[in-house]
């Protein structure tokens, strides 16, 4: 009689999950290819999709700021570009520190309990904004004193740390070998968030104006609050936590000690840093360059073109996870900060006619959107690879290092993702910086394309020549 043992994998049956209560889920194993397609694919991509849900309405409200600002002018309120350009990057700063905490609550509560407590807490930011933006100045008096609106605006960062628990969680789900895609996936699903928000606000504004002279910002907030109640429920009834995954103090202090943590947090600076700064500052820069092209009328619908940078970045990011998969992470993220580079130069030459073209200067800011968003997708594939082949597996691209690597990693991933998001405080900062000293957003634009191309030599130095000697990709 033939050993089970002998027989090919996929014709194991795998070990048996044990459903506990709380929505527990002990013996997860996704690497078992029999567990994997008897059930747990279908638990898998179920939890993934309440997931990106949760995670998109994360970004919605982390980027609200980027938008309302915009239109914060037309309610009464008088603020320098300085000022305006730090309400748009404090919900970056403090999302991205606290994405350090909300990694770690993953193992300590599980997944789907962070998540909708994460989920809830996006009920602060929303209603605190509607109230702020309501109390407007009438006639240059009185309103909301700049000091309160960029604390509520920091409440905004709530919604970023969201991404770090997700994407945390969302590693144990899935078998190395498709761990791009998915990744790539859940990420996209929560970028997507900015792109709607940004999309749908000028919309709201608009046709549920309260009088025809002032715009209804403060549906900016109200709007997404029954989508975040929705966001809590489905975490309730539809997901998972999994004893598996535990990320503990000791993965943690490994992940701090590897070298490998910081230069690929440095990476993603450049990457996620540059796709959620840009997705911040860019309304803000169509309406100061482009003033007739910054917002078009649509029946009693107001539209704005600059979602559609964190629109094509957002869904560009699977396919970099997807490239990364085929032709290894660092071969595809050093092609990206190549294009970035290149696109950014582009820009520049759009801004340095007398009389630049809105057209031109869209489709090239695209272009680098599109190489941001491929970026984060591979870079994020890169990480988990990096640190299974490090700890022994040749086979790195395919094939999981263990359960420890994979805490390690997902403590890893927590704490890179936060130190990119501090790019999206950084870059709007960097635009105003250039617009206050300088008087046009050219100079920093410059100070991209030196950024990118420093990127570009610490990914070729690190990621591929040494790996290519060794005849392996990551």
């Known amino acids: 009689m033939t050993d089970t ?101 993953v193992a300590k509560i599980g997944g789907r309990n962070w998540t909708i407590c994460s989920a809830a807490l996006l009920l602060i930011p929303t209603t605190a904004m509607s109230f702020a933006i309501a109390n407007h100045p009438v006639n240059g008096v009185g309103g909301t004193s700049y000091g309160v609106m960029l604390f509520v605006a920091a409440l905004g960062g709530f919604g970023g740390g ?9 590693t144990f789900f899935f078998p190395q070998r498709t761990k791009g895609w998915a990744l790539g996936l859940n990420a996209a699903g929560g970028n997507i968030g900015a792109a709607v928000s940004q999309f749908a606000v000028p919309i709201l504004v608009s046709v549920t104006a309260a009088a025809a002279t002032r715009p209804n910002l403060p549906i900016a907030g109200w709007f997404w609050i029954p989508f975040i109640v929705i966001a809590i429920l489905g975490a309730v009834f539809g997901m998972n936590n999994l004893t598996r995954a535990k990320t503990d103090f000791k993965a943690y202090g490994a992940a701090f000690k590897d070298p490998q943590l910081w230069l690929m947090s440095l990476l993603y600076i450049g990457t996620f840093g540059s796709f959620i700064g840009l997705s911040g500052a860019f309304p803000k820069l169509v309406a100061d360059q482009f003033k007739d092209f910054s917002t078009f009328q649509l029946g009693t619908a107001t539209i704005s073109l600059a979602f559609t940078g964190a629109l094509v970045g957002s869904l560009a990011r699977p396919y970099g996870g997807k490239l990364a998969d085929k032709f290894g992470g660092a071969y ?143």
């Open 332 to 474: 595809v993220t050093v092609a990206a900060f190549l294009v970035m580079t290149g696109a950014t130069l582009a820009v520049i030459g759009t801004l340095a006619v007398a009389a630049p073209n809105f057209w031109a200067f869209l489709a090239c800011f695209l272009v680098l959107f599109i190489a941001t968003g491929v970026g984060n997708g591979s870079m994020y594939r890169m990480i988990p690879t990096v640190f299974s082949y490090r700890a022994g597996q040749k086979d790195a691209q395919h094939v999981s290092a263990g359960i420890s690597t994979e805490r390690k990693t997902s403590a890893a991933l927590g704490i890179i993702s936060a130190f990119g998001a501090y790019g999206g405080f950084i870059v709007p900062q960097l635009f105003g910086l250039s617009k206050t000293h300088f008087g046009n957003y050219s100079t920093g634009l410059w100070w991209f394309v030196a950024a990118y191309i420093v990127f570009l030599a610490i990914t070729v130095a690190a990621y591929v020549v040494p790996y290519a000697r060794q005849h392996t990709r990551v």
């Open 162 to 170: 969201n991404f770090a628990s997700s994407m945390a969680n969302i």
């Open 5 to 105: 043992a002998e027989l090919p994998t996929r014709q194991q049956p795998g070990n048996m999950l044990t459903y506990l209560k709380g929505r527990w889920i002990d013996g997860w194993d996704p690497e078992d290819v029999g567990q994997w397609e008897r059930e747990g694919s279908k638990v898998a991509r179920r939890n993934l999709g309440f997931s990106v849900y949760a995670e998109f309405l994360g970004f919605v409200v982390w980027q609200l700021w980027s938008i309302v600002v915009v239109s914060l002018g037309k309610y009464g309120f008088d603020f320098t570009d300085s000022q305006q350009f730090w309400l748009i990057s404090m919900p970056s700063l403090v999302g991205a520190t606290l994405r350090f905490p909300y990694t770690f609550m």
